[in-house]
C-alpha cells in the first residue's frame, strides 16, 4: 500500500487578493489538501510542479492574467484539475473555461465571487469524487475508512446505514419538452446523516465503489424505488422510473436476474424502469458489461446513456451497445442559450443520437432559454430545477397530482 503522505492532493491557489487568497486556502484545508496560496501571480511557474493536483485560479490579476497562467500549464501538459475563480462577466469565465479545455486542460467549474463555503467545498467535494472515481489516488477514500472525520462519517456508518437500510432515495420528474408534461422521474440516493447533515451522493457513492458496497447500495436503491413504483401502479398511475446504476455494478454477472427477480417480488413491470449509465463508465468497459448491459435489455429494462458529453466517446461506438437514450450532460445544457459552441456540439449529439434510434434527455435545465433550445434542437425530454428539484416521496407525489 502506498503511505498516506503521498496520498495527500496538493493544491495551489492564485489570486492577487490575500483575504480571497487565505479564504480558499483555508478552507481547502480543512477539506484535507495540501495547500499553497500565491498572491504574486509572477510566483506562480516557481511554485508550480507537475505532481500538483487542483489549481484555484483567479482571472484578473495584475501583471500576469489568468489566462496567461492558463497557457502555462498547457504548455507545460498538465494534469492538474483546475478551478477557474473570478469576478468578472460569466462570458469571460465561459470563454476562459473554453480556451482551458480547448488546450487539453481539466477543468472542474467555474466559482463566481464572491465565493460561498458552501461553493467552494462542494467543488472541493466533487474533485475529490472525480478523482476517486478516477481512481488516481484514494488519499481521502482512506480518511473514510481510518474512521472519518468532523466533515466526514467512517466508512463503518456507511456500511451501517446501507445494511439498515437508512439511504433515503428522492425524485427528480422528467419532463417532455413538446407538451412540457411529466414523463417520469429520476432516482437520485440521499445520506441524511443524523449529525453530519446532508452528504451527497457524488461523494460517498465513489467510496462505496471503491470498498466493494457498491452492490448493496445499488439493491437497497432499487428495493426502494420498485417499491414506490408499485405504490403508483396500485393507484393506476403507472410512472417510468430512471436508477442510475454504477459501472462497478455491471461486474457482477448475475445483475440482469437479481434485477428481474426484485422487479417480479414487488410485482413491478422491468420495462418500466430506465437504468442510467455514465459514458465515462463505459469507456473502460470489459466483456462483462457488454454482456449484462445485453441481458438487463432481455430482462426487459431500458438503458441509457448518462452525462454525455463529458467522456469524449464517440456515439457510434456506443450506439453499439443496447442503450435506448442518451442524457446530455449539463455542462452543455448550462450554456446552450450563450455560447454558440456548446449550441452545435449539442445540435449535432442530438441528431445524430436520433439518427441512431435514442431517445434524448437534456438534464440540468434551469432557464426557460435553455428549455427552448433543447426543444428547437429536437431533444424529447428534459430534467431541471426549472421543473422540479429532487423531491422527496410525499413532495414528488405532490408535485405530481398537481400536474
Ligand atoms: P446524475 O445522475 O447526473 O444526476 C443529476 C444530478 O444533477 C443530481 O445531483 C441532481 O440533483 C442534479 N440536478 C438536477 N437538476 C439540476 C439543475 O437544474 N441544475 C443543477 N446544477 N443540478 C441539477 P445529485 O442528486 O447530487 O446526484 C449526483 C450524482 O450522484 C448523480 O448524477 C449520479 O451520478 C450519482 N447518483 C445519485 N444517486 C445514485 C444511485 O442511486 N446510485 C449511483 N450509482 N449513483 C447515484
Ligand atoms: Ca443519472
Ligand atoms: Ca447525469
Given at each position: 500500500m502506498d503511505n498516506h503522505e503521498e496520498q495527500t492532493f496538493k493544491a495551489i491557489v492564485v489570486d492577487d487578493d490575500p483575504s480571497m487568497c487565505d479564504f480558499v486556502a483555508l478552507i481547502a484545508a480543512d477539506q484535507g489538501?495540501?495547500?499553497?496560496?500565491?498572491?504574486?501571480?509572477?510566483?506562480?511557474?516557481?511554485?508550480?510542479?507537475?505532481?500538483i493536483d487542483l489549481?484555484?485560479?483567479?482571472?484578473?490579476?495584475?501583471?500576469?492574467?489568468?489566462?496567461?497562467?492558463?497557457?502555462?500549464?498547457?504548455?507545460?501538459?498538465?494534469?492538474?484539475?483546475?478551478?477557474?475563480?473570478?469576478?468578472?462577466?460569466?462570458?469571460?469565465?465561459?470563454?476562459?473555461?473554453?480556451?482551458?479545455?480547448?488546450?487539453?486542460?481539466?477543468t472542474l467549474g467555474l466559482l463566481t465571487k464572491p465565493l460561498s463555503p458552501a461553493n467552494l467545498i462542494s467543488m472541493i467535494d466533487r474533485f475529490k469524487s472525480m478523482v476517486v472515481a478516477n481512481s488516481h489516488k484514494s488519499g481521502f477514500a482512506d480518511g473514510m475508512a481510518r474512521?472519518?472525520?468532523?466533515?466526514?462519517?467512517?466508512?463503518?456508518?456507511?456500511?451501517?446505514?446501507?445494511?439498515n437500510r437508512g439511504l433515503e432515495v428522492f425524485y427528480q420528474p422528467k419532463v417532455s419538452l413538446g407538451e412540457r408534461r411529466a414523463s417520469g422521474a429520476e432516482a437520485l440516493v440521499r445520506w441524511?446523516?443524523?449529525?453530519?447533515?446532508?452528504?451527497?451522493?457524488?461523494?460517498?457513492?465513489?467510496?462505496?465503489?471503491?470498498y466493494?458496497?457498491?452492490?448493496?447500495?445499488?439493491?437497497?436503491?432499487?428495493?426502494?424505488?420498485?417499491?414506490?413504483?408499485?405504490?403508483?401502479?396500485?393507484?393506476?398511475?403507472?410512472?417510468?422510473?430512471?436508477?442510475?446504476?454504477?459501472?462497478?455494478?455491471?461486474?457482477?454477472?448475475?445483475?440482469?436476474?437479481?434485477?428481474?427477480?426484485?422487479?417480479?417480488?414487488?410485482?413491478?413491470?422491468?420495462?418500466s424502469f430506465t437504468l442510467e449509465i455514465t459514458e465515462t463508465g463505459l469507456i473502460t468497459h470489459s466483456k462483462?458489461?457488454?454482456?449484462?448491459?445485453?441481458?438487463?435489455?432481455?430482462?426487459?429494462?431500458?438503458?441509457?446513456?448518462?452525462?454525455?458529453?463529458?467522456?469524449?466517446?464517440?456515439?457510434?461506438?456506443?450506439?453499439?451497445?443496447?442503450?435506448?437514450?442518451?442524457k446530455i450532460d449539463k455542462i452543455f445544457v448550462d450554456r446552450?442559450?450563450?455560447d454558440r459552441d456548446s449550441q452545435i456540439i449539442?445540435?449535432?449529439?442530438?441528431?445524430?443520437?436520433?439518427?441512431?434510434?435514442?431517445?434524448?434527455?437534456?438534464?440540468g435545465i434551469e432557464k426557460e432559454s435553455q428549455m427552448a433550445v433543447l426543444h428547437d434542437l429536437g431533444c424529447d425530454q428534459g430534467q431541471g430545477y426549472l421543473f422540479s428539484k429532487p423531491l422527496a416521496h410525499d413532495d414528488f407525489r405532490h408535485w405530481y397530482q398537481s400536474q
Open positions: 489538501l495540501s495547500v499553497v496560496s500565491i498572491t504574486d501571480p509572477r510566483k506562480f511557474k516557481a511554485a508550480y510542479s507537475a505532481d489549481i484555484f485560479l483567479d482571472l484578473l490579476m495584475p501583471s500576469i492574467d489568468g489566462i496567461q497562467l492558463l497557457r502555462f500549464l498547457a504548455d507545460n501538459q498538465s494534469q492538474a484539475v483546475i478551478v477557474i475563480m473570478s469576478g468578472v462577466d460569466q462570458d469571460i469565465l465561459t470563454a476562459a473555461e473554453n480556451i482551458a479545455t480547448d488546450h487539453g486542460l481539466r474512521g472519518g472525520s468532523d466533515e466526514l462519517p467512517s466508512l463503518n456508518e456507511l456500511r451501517d446505514v446501507i445494511a441524511n446523516h443524523p449529525s453530519k447533515g446532508f452528504i451527497p451522493p457524488d461523494y460517498f457513492v465513489p467510496f462505496a465503489e471503491k466493494d458496497l457498491i452492490d448493496d447500495l445499488t439493491q437497497v436503491v432499487v428495493e426502494s424505488v420498485f417499491a414506490f413504483s408499485q405504490n403508483w401502479l396500485a393507484a393506476n398511475a403507472p410512472i417510468h422510473f430512471s436508477i442510475n446504476l454504477s459501472q462497478f455494478n455491471l461486474a457482477d454477472l448475475a445483475l440482469p436476474q437479481k434485477l428481474a427477480d426484485l422487479a417480479q417480488k414487488y410485482g413491478v413491470p422491468s420495462g462483462n458489461d457488454l454482456d449484462v448491459l445485453t441481458r438487463l435489455r432481455l430482462k426487459g429494462f431500458q438503458l441509457s446513456i448518462d452525462d454525455y458529453g463529458t467522456g469524449h466517446s464517440s456515439l457510434a461506438r456506443l450506439s453499439k451497445m443496447p442503450f435506448r437514450e442518451l446552450c442559450d450563450t449539442t445540435m449535432n449529439t442530438i441528431e445524430l443520437a436520433k439518427r441512431l434510434g435514442l431517445r434524448v434527455v437534456a438534464e
